[in-house]
């Protein structure tokens, strides 16, 4: 066999009850360094007789287990000036250890983008176990470390130590740290405080005022125009408001008194004209004027006119 034996029974009688060897319980053991780390291994036996020459062999599974490290974060994610806490374990398979394992765990919480940009977060030393459960218990409240607090994804560390502050169970090969996940996410936008004033004729605001356009303006804004479709259209406007007679403008605008020549379509061509144009000095003269008269201002009364004398009689 490669490896040393670690018992041997000798002078083992055969129990003829039974027909077999019985060696009864053996001594306590841990495994052997060398063969101690954590996951399956076999314990043989060879069974010899008392010339020393092999008999049989046999095996048995032996599996090496130690408590497996474990990391929270509550929530999983925020905004960078979130908080958030930790809680670490140590769950054992099988129960609590036993006394010859390390007295107390140190749990150093940490967090990163890569390792190399680690940023320690929390540490704390736990002395009890409790169901197979070493627990840190809830954490005080943080925030992203900055600068890793922009919107991204971020590392949380836990590593456990034994009291002699060696990585706890590594020299058996057993897992000593563990990660989660934690989100930053980007803050929302600010409210706009001066939101700008909502358009007229929308639901909750005042409606739209209408332009209006007064007699005169319509007018001149007419006047330029040669006959046509656009002429026709500020012909019945001034129609329907009543600033020039109706037969005047027909003839201004009359299709056919552009084309025919003959001397009665030619005066009403300039009878037309002259009324527009006595319309447009009409409206000259009016916004000429000031329109409005201070309160103050009194009107002085035309002096009369005096009485002519009597014309002298023959």
């Not at 960078?80 to 250890?97: E, N």
């Not at 007699?215 to 408001?241: E, K, N, R, S, W």
């Amino acid at each position: 066999m490669a490896n040393s034996p670690f018992w041997s029974a000798v002078r083992v009688p055969c129990d003829p009850k039974t027909n077999r060897y019985d060696t009864g319980p053996s001594p306590a053991f841990v495994p052997p360094a060398g063969q101690n780390k954590v996951g399956s291994h076999k314990v043989l036996v060879d069974m010899r007789d008392a010339n020393g020459k092999s008999l049989d062999t046999g095996s048995h599974a032996y599996t090496i287990v130690w408590g497996k490290p474990y990391v929270y974060v509550t929530p999983t994610s925020g905004i960078p000036t979130a908080k958030f806490t930790l809680r670490g374990k140590v769950i054992w398979p099988g129960g609590c250890p036993s006394a010859r394992a390390p007295s107390s765990s140190t749990f150093k919480f940490s967090w990163y983008k890569v390792p190399a940009t680690r940023i320690a977060l929390w540490t704390t030393t736990v002395s009890t176990c409790l169901g197979g459960i070493v627990d840190t218990g809830t954490s005080p409240s943080f925030i992203p470390p900055a600068p890793l607090n922009y919107p991204s994804t971020f590392v949380v560390h836990v590593a456990v130590y034994d009291s002699s502050g060696s990585p706890s169970g590594q020299i058996y090969a057993a897992p000593y740290t563990n990660t989660t996940i934690y989100t930053v996410v980007a803050a929302p936008a600010s409210p706009n405080t001066n939101p700008s004033p909502a358009q007229c004729g929308t639901p909750g605001a005042a409606p739209c005022a209408t332009a209006t356009s007064t007699p005169c303006q319509t007018a001149a804004a007419v006047h330029p125009g040669t006959p046509g479709g656009a002429d026709v259209a500020a012909l019945l406007t001034l129609a329907a408001l009543g600033t020039l007679p109706i037969g005047g403008l027909a003839i201004v605008f009359s299709p056919g008194i552009w084309t025919r020549r003959s001397r009665w379509n030619r005066l009403a061509l300039l009878i037309g004209l002259s009324v527009l144009l006595l319309s447009v000095n009409a409206c000259t003269a009016l916004t000429g004027q000031n329109p409005q008269t201070s309160p103050n201002q009194s009107e002085t009364s035309p002096s009369p006119s005096p009485s002519p004398s009597p014309s002298p009689t023959c």
